[in-house]
């Protein structure tokens, strides 16, 4: 007899993989356009602060193929997008606030008629003077909220009173999401005034929530559905609505669908990005690089509106510390209020910019006292089962130690340090560099209201299945983790799970897809659901087979399951082989009227932070990794090459080993973007001149290591996870701060020790170069 095994843990493709490649997997742009259906364009200002005076729509409108040009005026509800502070209109009234931002939207038949029609807007505006820099809202004491403070005794006293103190500022620029798909949102009216939105967003509820608000509707009226994402990457967490707005109003006002779609320049121009973040930091520690105490002050770029920049800087604060430990620690944040577009959420959401920080401080010492970095990390970690975060959080199951020991190994680091030391002494214009640096991510909503989800699932009396969860795809493979989750949970076969599109009509009420809690969140709530259908159809099986329940063997139980002589795997049997499949069940259950549909729920349990005290448990648990990268650095030229990436990450026990290791690779290169080559430029006014990938580069094939070796962490079982998995979004983001250091260590092995801020570029590591050189021969200077 064959079995069937368990796709729970294994090598599963891509559940869109196929349809990917072939082109068949549709967008919102790929749907078909509903008859009438008319096109949305933005009209952006072209300042970055002012008095809006007017704004001169007559000519416009007399474009062939207008139907309308909407303003403020013409918002019947609240004109807001903005997600928590309600401080950012869809289209703006009476302030400028950034250059970029939605003055007016036109609604017309093509989108030349839009491109012409917005030609012939006239604004008049009254330019007022702009903050653009951290340093200039510093100045002006302008920011969003309140400072977030957290300290642990007095570390002021302890940098004194410690034998050796460095201090320094770190820079890190921002990050522009650059998802293939653009947003786009298509609205279609229905019956009784009701709309159908098909949105390019991770969260259809705020969506519902901010159409239903504009309109002046109840909620019920908007049904939001998510296909699928080309990306989104915290991009679309929130800024999805407000292009979802502006159709829905097109829609309201014309009766006819309403498709707004951006290209690159507009995308690049209108969307919030990654924050900036200035720190200025001061430590204090001993003769064998150990802390005494560390005081830090972190300040990000906001932009105009709030959006999610606080809790963005509260994460950057939970991460600050990395895998360290902090005897004494003052850690102040704030949020400086400029005259950009908008911040918002990007994977790491502020963590990167925390971690960041730390491990130059690590760095800094180990140069100041000539010590090997990685024993100075060693030994300013936390210890296993031992100390808790500045915050108050107790930190379990610490894992770092362990995966130093295990990459140190697999990567044969002595070897190599021996090998680098050998080429650099030969090398006069090249250098190369190691670096190993660990990451300590935390997982779930810092907001402990959204570590909620919702699933309903569908069993048909032939034994097939439809999902839904709250959960949505944006290409990290989210839907394949739930197939497996609910057909390891049924005892089915994956091809006999359709998974749906996820919409706010099957589940409501959803959080955001974001924070790394999309699969630990919605499998929950799939598991549970299947739990409960799978209990009410176990008595029919054992009726079936004429078995007490207790003989009976459960696929929902087993690695794999047997099979029937017709192939098809068996959802319960006895001992001798005799079976019954699913379908055999749902067919019997189906005539005893035995109810074959379930909502699960899942609430992340213990979640909890206060934010005026700077304590609490704001995570339920923390993922792991460890990098060792090695690169090589032209002082000639200043070009680079990241010769070897070896990882090591803990995601528990894999959903999908593939999706796995393909979230670490791409998480990793994206990092790699941030900290070397993604440059956002501004001009004196406050436009962004980077908003084309002619000017704006992301990494290419070319700048992912040859050598990219990636494993996953072996005996990593995690406790109160569905099946004992880990979140594997964001984490791996962080492995590329490793490179960032190795880099910084390749230009001061030109001369004496430089810092290097974020991006280092090719031109900012060549002016490194010079700076170590130029320090390196004032030092031989008598």
């Known amino acids: 007899m064959s079995t069937v095994p368990s796709p729970l843990g294994a090598r599963l493709p891509h559940e869109s993989a196929l349809r990917h490649v072939s082109g068949e997997a549709r967008y919102v742009d790929d749907l078909p356009a509903p008859e009438g259906m008319l096109h949305g364009m933005v009209l952006l200002s072209p300042v970055a602060h002012g008095t809006l005076r007017q704004i001169d729509t007559k000519a416009a409108l007399e474009v062939p193929g207008v139907h309308a040009v909407l303003t403020a005026a013409d918002v019947p509800g609240e004109n807001n997008v903005g997600p928590v502070f309600h401080d950012e209109p869809v289209l703006a009234e009476g302030t400028i606030h950034c250059k970029g931002q939605p003055v007016a939207a036109v609604i017309a038949t093509s989108r030349d ?20 820099t951290i340093d200039d809202a510093v100045a002006a004491e302008q920011f969003h909220g309140s400072p977030h403070l957290v300290t642990r005794g007095d570390a002021t006293a302890a940098i004194a009173a410690a034998p050796h103190q460095v201090q320094g500022t770190v820079r ?46 109840g909620r019920h009226r908007v049904v939001v559905t998510c296909p699928r994402m080309g990306g989104a990457f915290g991009g679309k967490e929130t800024q999805a609505a407000q292009f979802a707005v502006i159709a829905a109003l097109g829609t309201y006002h014309t009766g ?57 800087v509260d994460r950057a604060v939970f991460h600050v510390d990395n895998a360290y430990w902090f ?27 925390g971690m960041a920080v730390i491990e130059h401080v690590m760095d800094s010492i180990a140069a100041h006292l000539g010590l090997d970095p990685l024993t100075v990390r060693r030994r300013n970690l936390y210890r296993a089962g031992g100390e808790h975060t500045p915050y108050g959080q107790h930190v ?94 049924l005892g089915l076969p994956l091809h006999r799970i359709r998974h749906m599109d996820t919409a706010t009509d099957k589940v409501p009420n959803t959080s955001a897809t974001a924070a790394s809690s999309g699969a630990d969140l919605n499998g929950a709530a799939v598991q549970r659901a299947c739990a ?19 003989a009976l063997r459960w696929a929902v139980e087993a690695a794999e399951a047997p099979t029937n002589d017709a192939g098809e795997a068996l959802w319960a049997w006895v001992d001798g082989g005799r079976g019954v499949t699913l379908a055999e069940v749902t067919g019997a259950a189906y005539l005893r009227q035995i109810p074959m549909a379930s909502a699960g729920f899942y609430a992340t349990p213990d979640i909890a932070y206060d934010r005026e005290a700077g304590q609490g448990k704001p995570f339920h648990y923390f993922a792991y990794g460890v990098g060792l990268s090695e690169v090589e650095l032209c002082g000639l030229t200043g070009e680079w090459r990241l010769l070897r990436m070896d ?37 004196a006014r406050g436009g962004l001149l980077s908003h084309s990938p002619s000017t704006y580069k992301i990494p290419a094939i070319g700048d992912v290591p040859r050598d990219l070796r990636v494993h996953l962490l072996e005996r990593a079982t995690q406790p109160d996870v569905v099946y004992g998995s880990k979140a594997v979004g964001e984490p791996p983001f962080n492995l590329a701060i490793g490179t960032h250091i190795a880099l910084r260590r390749a230009a001061s092995a030109f001369g004496a020790p430089v810092h290097v801020d974020m991006p280092a570029t090719t031109e900012a590591l060549l002016f490194a170069v010079e700076r170590s050189r130029e320090a390196a021969e004032r030092r031989a200077t008598p």
């Open 113 to 132: 008629a839009c491109r012409e029609a917005l030609a012939r807007i006239e604004l008049t505006i009254d330019e007022l003077p702009a903050v653009l």
């Open 172 to 217: 890190n620029g921002g990050q522009d999401h650059f998802y293939l798909e653009t947003h786009c949102a298509l609205v279609t009216p229905g019956e009784d005034r009701t709309l159908s939105v098909l949105s390019s967003t991770q969260h259809p509820s705020e969506v519902q929530i901010l159409v239903a608000a504009a309109l002046g509707w």
């Open 256 to 312: 006819r669908p309403v498709k707004v779609w951006l290209d690159r320049d507009t995308d690049m121009q209108v969307t919030g990005r990654r924050h900036a973040f200035r720190t200025d930091w001061s430590a204090g520690f001993d003769d064998d690089g150990v802390l005494q105490g560390i005081d830090l002050d972190l300040v990000s770029d906001g932009g105009w509106a709030a959006d999610l920049s606080l809790a963005i």
């Open 327 to 353: 005897p004494t620690a003052r850690i102040r944040a704030r949020v400086a209020r400029t005259h950009k577009t908008s911040n918002t959420a990007f994977r790491g959401f502020g963590g990167p910019q």
């Open 396 to 489: 379990r199951d610490f894992r770092i130690p362990r995966m130093f020991d295990e990459l140190e190994a697999k990567a044969d680091l002595g070897r190599r340090r021996a090998g680098v030391e050998a080429f650099n002494a030969a090398h006069p214009w090249r250098k190369r560099a190691l670096a190993m640096t660990p990451v300590k991510f935390g997982i779930s909503f810092t907001a402990s209201f959204l570590n909620q989800a919702g699933a309903y699932v569908v069993l048909y009396s032939d034994g097939t299945a439809q999902l839904n969860h709250g959960g949505t795809e944006m290409g990290q493979g989210l839907y394949t983790k739930m197939l497996a989750v609910c057909a390891h949970a």
């Open 532 to 550: 409960e259908l799978v209990d009410r159809l176990k008595p029919v099986a054992a009726d079936l087979l004429e078995a007490e329940l207790g």
């Open 647 to 683: 990882i090591l990450h803990d995601v528990g026990d894999s959903l999908s080993t593939d999706i796995d290791v393909g979230q670490v690779e791409g998480g990793f290169v994206q990092g790699l973007g941030w900290v070397t080559s993604e440059e956002l430029v501004f001009d």
